[in-house]
């Protein structure tokens, strides 16, 4: 039997947290939104045109929270591979080189491989003519049937990314999906791949963060041989990486992919790692400290009827703002909550009301100034990408 760790949390008070701000991304049909960490350290986000199904496009471009949204592209093609939760993305280094990445379609019906691009150099303006990128090429060494994708990409350090990605070149003989990693250089240069976890569960998001001592946390969803898929963790020193351990023995036992993976937040004083799991049908967050070392009990987030596909930021007053998609009354919304390492929380706050169909895609969450932004996709009267910000009441 799995226990709870709390009682519900706070609900029907008045809530902390206030949607100043909401855009939406104009210009037709778009979907798959992220947010990440771009050249001088400001918000970008990114998102995939849908207005052209036969040549989807990546765009992206830099958000400020009261401004309108402007997006630009950055990569497009045929035969990509479109998918709900598994989709394109990027990250800068502090120089502002940027990297994308995408998926493509194979041969094999059942097959898709990555792909990805890096632009080097710093824009001064986006007015600028930027450097000529390196040509599109895949992450991954293989060539041949298997999926591979789910990739998480960040600034290893000032000259390299680590992209960590699901690999499943093994499967077309019987084999397990994998999770692999390796570095990515600014003239789109790889180094030699690493075996994270040799046995994980093949459809659920990844997620890698820097830590303040520049060590690297991955965080995955893991198969057991009798299926046991719960969450696990990685750190790599730059040089090799550590045995997964499990960050919690949460039980759940389930013969198919959850398809809902980790998130991970990395604050001035803590780290967190938010996750669902079926054992109890719960958003669970644990915490550690800044290195990441020993995590505490995980805390219940949720309302009592979520399925997660959420995520997580630290503010800037030290609480963790834990966003997830609840369900309630026949209705679907967005919600978010402030939780502080101590164990307490804050009321919830319904961000926008939204469908439950996969449609809807996931949640993604980026702190800025003493909120954070939120990107979502909306699928009524179109498919829209739409951002917004959250911030403490008081």
């Known amino acids: 039997m799995i226990a709870l760790f709390l009682v519900f949390p706070v609900q029907g008070t008045a809530p902390d947290l206030t949607r100043s701000w909401v855009e939406e991304v104009r210009g037709g049909a778009t979907a798959f939104p992220a947010l990440f960490r771009g050249p001088r350290g400001k918000p970008w986000l990114s998102l995939t045109s849908l207005e052209n199904e036969e040549v989807p496009m990546l765009l992206a471009g830099p958000v400020t929270t009261g401004v309108k949204l402007e997006v630009f592209a950055q990569a497009s093609g045929r035969d990509w591979f479109l998918n709900w939760t598994d989709f394109a993305g990027g990250a800068a280094l502090e120089d502002g080189t940027l990297a994308w990445y995408w998926l493509e ?37 293989h060539r041949g049937p298997g999926e591979h994708g789910f990739v998480s990409l960040v600034a290893l350090d000032e000259k390299h990314f680590l992209a960590l990605w699901l690999d499943g070149r093994a499967t077309s003989t019987g084999g397990d999906t994998q999770l692999l990693a390796r570095t990515v250089a600014p003239d789109g240069a790889l180094g030699p791949e690493m075996v994270v976890d040799s046995r994980t569960c093949s459809c659920c998001p990844t997620a890698l963060a820097r830590l303040a001592d520049g060590e690297m946390l991955a965080a995955w969803r893991d198969c057991s041989e009798d299926q046991v898929r719960d969450i ?3 750190r790599f020193d730059g040089e090799s990486w550590s045995e997964p351990a499990l960050l919690n023995t949460d039980g759940w036992k389930i013969d198919g992919c959850p398809v809902n993976g980790p998130r991970i937040a990395v604050g001035a004083k803590h780290v ?28 219940r987030v949720d309302d009592g009827a979520p399925e997660g596909r959420g995520d997580a930021a630290f503010l800037a007053d030290g609480s963790l703002l834990v966003g997830w998609l609840e369900h309630e009354e026949g209705r679907s919304s967005w919600r978010v909550r402030r939780v502080w390492p101590d164990g307490r929380q804050g009321p919830s ?12 895609g996931l949640l993604r969450m980026l702190a800025d100034g003493n909120g954070a932004l939120l990107a979502w996709t909306e699928t009524e009267p179109v498919r829209r990408v739409v951002v917004g ?6």
Not at 280 to 294: I, K, L, N
Not at 352 to 359: D, F, K, L, T, Y
Not at 389 to 394: A, N
Request: net charge neutral.
């Open 105 to 141: 379609r194979s041969s094999d019906p059942h097959s898709y491989a990555t792909r990805f691009s890096v632009r080097p150099g710093m824009l001064r303006d986006l007015n600028e003519r930027p450097s000529e990128p390196s040509e599109p090429r895949p992450i991954e060494e």
């Open 232 to 234: 696990a963790l990685a």
């Open 272 to 299: 967190a790692v938010a996750w669902y799991t079926g054992a109890d049908a719960s958003v669970r967050v644990a915490f550690a400290g800044p290195e990441a070392r020993d995590f505490a009990k995980p805390l």
């Open 349 to 360: 706050l319904v961000v926008a009301e939204v469908g439950s169909s996969r449609s809807s």
């Open 389 to 394: 910000f959250v911030g403490p009441t008081r």
